[in-house]
């Protein structure tokens, strides 16, 4: 195991259009974690995983984004009519429940979506 | 509403010498803060992690204290090298969600 995996690594798109992103994280952690990134600012909380269950979503996630987890392996982000504010990275990043004491969390590269 | 502030956004020191970055936090008490390093257009990289009844961790050349009294915590990279040179971002949680400050930039010449 190699690490949190995310695909595409970039992806343009126009204005309008559905994307859609897939983390694969370390195949031992349970807790899997969607963060946003724009440039010059730090990862914002997007939406968490643990397991299978969705457990919280941010504001920041409007009715425009949906994420899941099936059988509580990969996951995948979607983005419905896509707008020019929605450019950004996009961070997967995965974690062990006994593990939170004393390790962080583990991120994947990131996909960076441009909106054209 | 619960903020991390990394003050400055850019720091550049010379080889060799100690790079100290600052994280304050707001409105909240984190149980523990975490230090990762982003090279540019690549995730964050975990280094350290301190919890509130830590006052001090070392890993290497890096260093970091945790002081719930100034609400601060300060990230130290001693005997610094070009190879250092990137973003450090500090992050609160207390439970499963990361609130991460915006990175101080750190640049090292040779």
């Known amino acids: 195991d190699t690490g949190v995996s995310q695909n595409p690594r970039h992806k343009i798109t126009k204005r309008g259009q559905n994307v859609t992103f897939r983390c694969d994280p370390i195949?031992?952690?349970?807790?899997l974690y969607w963060y946003r990134q724009t440039l010059g600012q730090g990862p914002e909380f997007l939406t968490y995983?643990?397991?299978?269950?969705?457990?919280?979503k941010s504001r920041l996630l409007s009715d425009r984004f949906s994420a899941e987890r099936p059988k509580g392996s990969f996951s995948t982000l979607e983005i419905q009519r896509t707008e020019q504010g929605d450019s950004a990275m996009y961070l997967c990043?995965?974690?062990?429940?006994?593990?939170?004491?004393?390790?962080?969390?583990?991120f994947g590269s990131g996909t960076r979506l441009t909106v054209v | 509403s619960q903020k991390i502030e990394q003050n400055s956004e850019a720091l550049n020191i010379q080889e060799g010498k100690t790079a100290t970055l600052t994280c304050n936090y707001t409105n909240y008490s984190p149980a523990y803060l975490q230090w990762y390093r982003q090279d540019p257009g690549r995730g964050p990289v975990f280094l350290l992690l301190?919890?509130?009844?830590?006052k001090e961790k070392r890993k290497e050349r890096l260093k970091v204290t945790f002081d719930t009294t100034l609400k601060q915590s300060l990230f130290h990279i001693t005997a610094s090298q070009p190879a250092d040179s990137a973003t450090y971002l500090c992050?609160?949680?207390?439970?499963?969600?990361?609130?991460f400050g915006a990175g101080t930039t750190v640049t090292v010449r040779a």
């Open positions: 992050a609160g949680n207390n439970d499963y969600k990361l609130s």
């Open positions: 195949s031992e952690h349970n807790r």
């Open positions: 990043a995965s974690s062990f429940d006994r593990d939170r004491a004393n390790y962080g969390y583990t």
């Open positions: 301190i919890r509130e009844n830590e």
């Open positions: 995983f643990q397991n299978e269950a969705q457990l919280e």
